[in-house]
């Protein structure tokens, strides 16, 4: 399967014009101690709240926790795969990434 194949298997995507008042869009998915860790490996963010139990448990959650910004993502993927509306058309220029990032 094809990479644009295996993503329509899971994804759809509504126009701005299909979109009513009321409509509700969401994303499920459990977020495991792998996901925590690569997206630590991808972003830089090697706090040990999120990577190390025994410091995590001296915390105020008293466990390992997900960082912000993935969850922010999931946001992300509802706002532009459910709706086909991006973070910035919603929420303007408060958007805490000034411009997206590209690969290479």
Known sequence: MDQESSHSAFMENRVYDEI???????????????????????????????????????DMFHHIIS?????????SAVLGNKTSRAWDDLFGSGSPVPRPGKPG
């Open 20 to 58: 009513g008042i009321g409509d509700k869009a969401s994303v499920t998915r459990i977020i495991n101690l792998e996901d925590i860790e690569l997206f630590s490996v991808i972003s830089g963010d090697i706090n040990p709240v999120y990577l190390d139990p025994e410091y995590a448990s001296t």
């Open 67 to 75: 960082q912000g910004v993935l969850t922010a993502g999931l946001i």
